[in-house]
């Protein structure tokens, strides 16, 4: 089944302890990208990747780093995380850049205490 | 950089009629603009998309409409039915792939049965 798979769906830490949460996807997408959505706020873009290597921040990248040594696995690393993080995330990816339609991953619900 | 607004953030709407969610940009280059419908705890998916170079596109009750001089595009879902009921995000990029993809805020739609 094509899909995008987020890990953890639930994650409640501490502030200043490093975490990452994984996101793989099986579609050999070139595409994949961070989101987090706040209440009124909508999707904020945090980073985004266009292939191995190649990534680019979004309008919300402070706080957060991302690599992309694989094609199918994007994750997104908060080395010293903050109760401001406190946010549901999601992954998603597309076939070949911005202007294909995103398969989401099922979200990740954050808390920092 | 992009900015997208949508309008209403809620829609109550009753069952059989119709609904409309309206969408503007502030890039002229943007080109891609999908719509996304997110059920209660679900993830985001994508439901219609449109090109720059299509001035509407319709998928059974879905139908989206484009004005590019007036940077704004819509949504239209007719005979609504309460399955209908989700937050709708729009969004819109410039379909490079070294691009970001700005999300609206969303639109809060009910349909009462």
């Known amino acids: 089944e094509a899909q995008v798979t987020q890990n953890p769906r639930y994650l409640i830490t501490v502030t200043g302890k490093k975490l990452t949460v994984t996101c793989s996807q099986n579609m050999n997408h070139e595409y994949m990208s961070w989101y987090r959505q706040d209440p009124g706020l909508g999707l904020r873009q945090i980073y985004y990747s266009m292939n191995v290597e190649v990534t680019d921040k979004g309008d919300v990248p402070e706080g957060y780093k991302v690599s992309r040594k694989e094609k199918r696995n994007f994750p997104l690393i908060l080395e010293s995380p903050s109760p401001n993080q406190t946010s549901l995330y999601f992954c998603?990816?597309?076939?070949?850049?911005?202007?294909?339609?995103?398969?989401f991953g099922s979200g990740t619900r954050l808390t920092v205490v | 950089g992009e900015n997208v607004e949508q309008h209403p953030s809620t829609l109550s709407v009753q069952e059989g009629d119709s609904a409309v969610i309206k969408c503007t940009y502030s890039d002229s280059a943007s080109n891609y603009f999908p719509w996304y419908k997110q059920e209660l705890g679900k993830r985001p998916q994508l439901i219609i998309d449109?090109?720059?170079?299509?001035g509407e596109k319709k998928d059974q009750r879905i139908a989206v409409t484009l004005n590019k001089t007036a940077k704004h595009f819509s949504l239209h879902i007719t005979e609504t039915q309460p399955e209908d009921s989700a937050v709708y995000f729009c969004a819109a990029s410039k379909g490079t792939s070294y691009d970001k993809v700005i999300f609206g805020p969303g639109t809060s739609l009910s349909v009462i049965p």
């Open positions: 449109i090109r720059s170079n299509v």
């Open positions: 998603a990816s597309s076939w070949s850049g911005p202007n294909y339609g995103y398969t």
